[in-house]
């Protein structure tokens, strides 16, 4: 058990790319916090250098309050679970899990013990016997899991260790991994860059994009106050619709129409010393079919492109005429995504409407949006104008 | 379309049926031969039949009688061994070092290595012939076994580090992170995947040895040292007068023996051997 | 004032500088290399430097007292004597000629061990043992084969003909004995490079209807033309040092010597070191022209090259 301190932690190489930039993260004593952004934001270097297996260029690195910059990895007593899962192929499965013990000299009476112990936890008893190499994907990533947590560590490190399992399995070990935590209460660092394993197993998430710390927070506030454009598109799936629009004389003009801002909402702008042309964001769930809303302001009319009908709700997509918002975080995403080369005329907005919405493909339909729900960026910085975290 | 499609019809496989065998009567013609010579009588030696007339031992029987090649013979198996397990022992270090490790330096040692791997071995004699005079190893087992580790540890080095590139690199961040030291990380968790890499490529290195003519006849002057290649060229039968054939057949098949056993047995590490190391650049 | 503030600034320098694992890691490196680093130097790299120094002295061992440093005379004695150049017309001769049909049979070889539908780990065993023969084992079976009366082979193109004794056929054999030796190995090479050419791709050249013929010349051999060049260079560097064979089955004789036998006969039978070590240097230089040739005109990838380097 531990806490763990990054202070000003940067990773520079020797051909001078900066990895990791001023890092500052307090990991509170048996907290899970969560490492995520897109591949190359530096969440991996950022675990290999509280593990130890890279260099920490500067800042400091406290377990407990005591600096470890210098110490070798095998004197920080922290365990790591890798994405390959790392099992040694000559060693049973018995013997992998015994192994950090068998280096630590612990008797023999102690290490049985205590990998039966793990064994059982893990549901890998009658496998104990058994090389890795006639293992299944799960079993194999229970054996790592195994492996780190026989020593009883002060903390673990999770390289994506969930990434090289199918999809179901995947749904199944992270509640594992989650239950085994709180279980055993030790502090974890768990790097991943899927958004959706972040939102569901973190007590606290980091967003990292290019080596920085974009946000720190609880998964449902940064679902909710999303510091900068970035963050709030790499945070929700589906991801928040962006729109260009203008800040007009107490409204906002956007493609979807012209509506005056709610007061709490021009309250956050006026604050934050807004420009006038701004990118909106507005989460799928905020809209709603005008139909079954009462009293409803804030429509507009859209053809329905696509419609996925999921049961509980209805996605329904739109393109929207005019211009789309942009700025290097979008482009990013859009990168990141894959999607940042298909050209489309127009905004694709993507909105989650209830399972009672009559919309059907290709026919128009009024669609209400939740004018209170509007959160509105700056799109040179990306900073949000209306986060009041 | 034969060479790609997966099913073979009967044709097909007569066809490479046929090819098999002529590549098996390339391969084993001349060994058979030189066989067939070892056990020719004196009568028949020189009757030209690929297949001897009458069959005899008599010429085995001879050269175990000699001192000659009793001594050839041991001292091609001492000096081939010791040659060996200093070159693996020493290349496996470097090996792994390369492969595994960063430090400077070690692009230079690649680059020696590499081009002692192409030197003409031709171009040391002269130098080595006068230094091994002076420092009294000429015609002894170390003036043998020292050039032999220097022209088979570029050969273990390059095996040995692509056998050891192959080793997930997380294994030995896994052994740091389960509280190894880097020493423990290669006694224990390297090394044994890497067994059977060391395994082929002290096979490799054996039968470089074991091969050597070059320096075997140019830093050995008597019995002491030389080994059976060498021997061989100086043989003269058991009598001035007599015709050598039989005799020196029968060695050259005794000195085949283990390496028609290597081959037999590890056929399999041995290509692998042969082919990680060269080809991946 | 600035003392006291200095000091803590540099242990921070201090501090910035490696932590205990790459220090450790560095040093393991340098420790499990130098001894490895230490044989290599010992035996070649001095030795080259001292065989420089003794190209350049007149050292006859039958006359050591006339030992005498005689800058490069001993280059043009060399450069300038007909033996040489013959015997480094017959070494690029049987160098040229047997690559030559080592690369033709090799790859032949190459593609049966890697197609064949039936005794795939029999040709694959069968193949290795000229690999794994000793060179003047096979030598010794070739010279008998050929000798007259007692060799199966020896009445193959005229009867009573001593071919061993006549230039040409001597050449001849002598390059039958390489090439049958060292084809294996070439094909061992080359089948690394086939293994690395996809099956899908040449079923997508034949749905776009190559014959097996352009398929082979296509698509296979540009797929695997680094490891055919790794192989040419191999083999090419060893053939220019062809001795063995030469030794055993005419000792050199009826102009048939390769520079590494002229160099042998200078050194150990006419026990001329300054003239043997002259040799020695040019065979070396020629070695590594040809290296640098491979590697700068056709780009070949050296092992452990930049290529190696990236991964």
Known sequence: MAEIVLDKVTKRYPDGALAVSDVDIEIADGEFLILVGPSGCGKSTTLNMIAGLEDITDGELRIDGQRVNERAPKDRDIAMVFQSYALYPHMSVRENMAFPLRLAKVDNQTVNQKVDEAARILDLTQHLDRKPANLSGGQRQRVAMGRAIVRDPKAFLMDEPLSNLDAKLRVQMRTSVSKLQKRLGTTT???????????????????????????????????????????????????????????????????????????????????????????????????????????????????????????????????????????AELEELAADAGSADLTDSGAQIVTRLSAASAAKQGTPLDVWFDADKVQLFDPADGRNLTYSG | MAAIGTAAPAGAKARWA???????????????????????TKETLTDGNFVPRSWTWQNYVDIFNTTEFIRALVNSIGIALIAT?????????????IARLEFPGKRALVGVSLLIAMFPQVSLVSPLFEMERGLGLFDTWPG?????????????????????????????????????????????????????????????????????????????????????????????????????????????????????????????????????????? | MTRTLDRPVARRAERKGLSEGKKAERKLGWMLCAPAALVMLAVTGYPIVYSVWLSLQRYDLRFPDQRQFIGIDNYVTVLTNSYWWMAFGVTTLITVISVAIELVLGMALAIVMHRTLVMRGLVRTVALIPYGIVTVVAAFSWRYAWTQDTGYLADLFAPGAALLTERVPALGIIILAEVWKTVPFMALLLMAGLALVPDDLLKAASMDGASAWQRFVKVTVPVMKPAILVALLFRTLDAFRVFDNIFVLTNGAQQTGSVSMQTYNNLIKGLNLGIGSTMSVLIFLAVALIAFLFIKVFGTAAPGGADERKR
């Open chain 1, 189 to 327: 660092v768990y790097v991943t860059h899927d958004q959706t394993e972040a939102m569901t197993l973190g007590d606290r998430v980091v967003v990292m994009r290019g080596g920085h710390v974009q946000q720190i927070g609880s998964p449902q506030f940064l679902y909710e106050q999303p510091a900068n454009l970035f963050v709030a598109g790499f945070i929700g799936s589906p991801s928040m619709n962006f729109l260009p629009a203008t800040l007009e004389n107490g409204g906002l003009s956007t493609p979807l129409g012209a509506f005056p801002l709610t007061d709490r909402i021009r309250l956050l702008v006026e604050g934050a010393n807004a420009p006038r042309e701004v990118i909106m964001g507005l989460r799928p769930e905020h809209f709603e079919d005008a139909a079954l809303v009462d009293g409803q302001s804030t429509t507009f009319e859209a053809t329905v492109d696509v419609l996925e009908s999921m049961g509980s709700d209805k996605f329904a997509y739109f393109t929207v005429e005019g211009e789309t918002a942009t700025s």
């Open chain 2, 18 to 40: 046929l090819i098999d065998i002529l590549v098996v009567v390339y391969a084993l013609v001349p060994v058979l031969w030189i066989v067939s010579l070892s056990f020719k």
């Open chain 2, 85 to 97: 397990v200093i070159a693996v022992v020493l290349g496996t270090m470097a090996a792994y070092a």
């Open chain 2, 144 to 281: 043998l076994i020292l050039p032999y580790i220097t022209f088979a540890l570029p050969l273990a080095i390059y095996t040995l580090s692509a056998f050891f590139r192959e080793i997930p690199w997380e294994l030995e961040k896994a052994a740091k992170m389960d509280g190894a030291t880097p020493a423990q990380a290669f006694r224990r968790v390297i090394a044994p995947l890497a067994a059977p890499g060391v395994f082929t490529t002290a096979i490799l290195v054996f039968i470089f040895c074991w091969n050597d003519f070059l320096f075997a006849i140019s830093l050995t002057s008597t019995e002491a040292s030389r080994t059976v290649p060498a021997a061989l060229s100086f043989f003269t039968g058991s009598s001035q007068f007599e015709d050598p054939t039989g005799t020196v057949s029968a060695a050259a098949v005794v000195i085949t023996v283990p390496i028609i056993l290597f081959v037999l047995f590890f056929q399999r590490r041995i290509v692998a051997g042969l082919t990680s190391g060269a080809v991946k650049g």
